[in-house]
């Protein structure tokens, strides 16, 4: 288990981390989220003691990072995946690993094999692809089998088959009772991926919740419908006490109902309908109702103009 108290993070005048607190539980994939500048990338540098908190704690499994004994076989981090070293044979990069933790050097040659990087093992890091490099620092945090895993952008360069694979990982390491805190920008793929989410703003906690919770709370759902009897089911509805929401396309959207309820009553009054659908939000949208007001870069419309003339 990962465990924050009250952690801050302050450079200067600059408050990047703010009095954050929250737990990350074995047993499930916890999701990291929040807008570019959020603290997020500071935040997992404190876990791992990289940078030293202003005030506040952060601990593994009760202790802080720097008190653990062979650290690797606690906990593995993927945070940066160029740290290897580019002129070290990617086996001797994880064999130094493996060595300064008391590690079997057999390991070395299974989280290869695991990360699919076993026909490359005796090739220097600094002539890999970013997504090959993002399977050496997978299998360097894999390295020492730990209860814990912080992966942050863990998806970065890899192909299709490579974020297949990642995904599925993460979720079979969580199935096996390890902690598993990741950090993405891959809406997409976090919704593929995670059970729980943590949401951060600004250094400042937003949202501590299930992946299902958080998307219903910020976002809206609704049923979709389309008839050649609209005005006959527009009418109906209405009768029916629903509100009706009539979109340009001429669908009809009803919020507050399922489709069950929408089905049976459109079949009451014989109205044939051509869709009847639930439509949920995303994660994305969901994302962005919620951290509207804490985002810190904005991009200008492609249309706005990006100068004003002089007066005069």
Known sequence: MIELEGLT?????????????????????????????????????????????????????????????????????????????GGRSAYNNLLCLAQSNRIPERRVGEVLDLVGLSAVARKKPKGFSMGMGQRLGIAAALLGDPQVLLFDEPVNGLDPEGIHWIRNLMKTLAGEGRTIFVSSHLMSEMALTADHLIVIGQGKLLADTSMADFIQQNSRSYVRLRSPQREELRDALHRDGMTVVETVDGTLEIDGATTEEIGELAGRHGIVLHELSAQRASLEEAFMQMTAGAVEYHAHSANAPRWAPREG
């Open 9 to 85: 993070k302050r450079f200067g005048a600059k408050t990047a981390v703010d009095h954050l607190s929250f737990h990350v539980r074995p047993g499930l994939v916890t999701g990291f989220l929040g807008p570019n500048g959020a603290g997020k990338s500071t935040t997992m540098r404190m876990m791992l003691g990289l940078d030293n908190p202003t005030s506040g704690v952060a601990r593994i499994d009760g202790r802080h990072y720097r008190e653990l004994d062979e650290p690797l076989k606690h906990v593995g981090a993927l945070l940066e995946a160029k740290a290897m070293h």
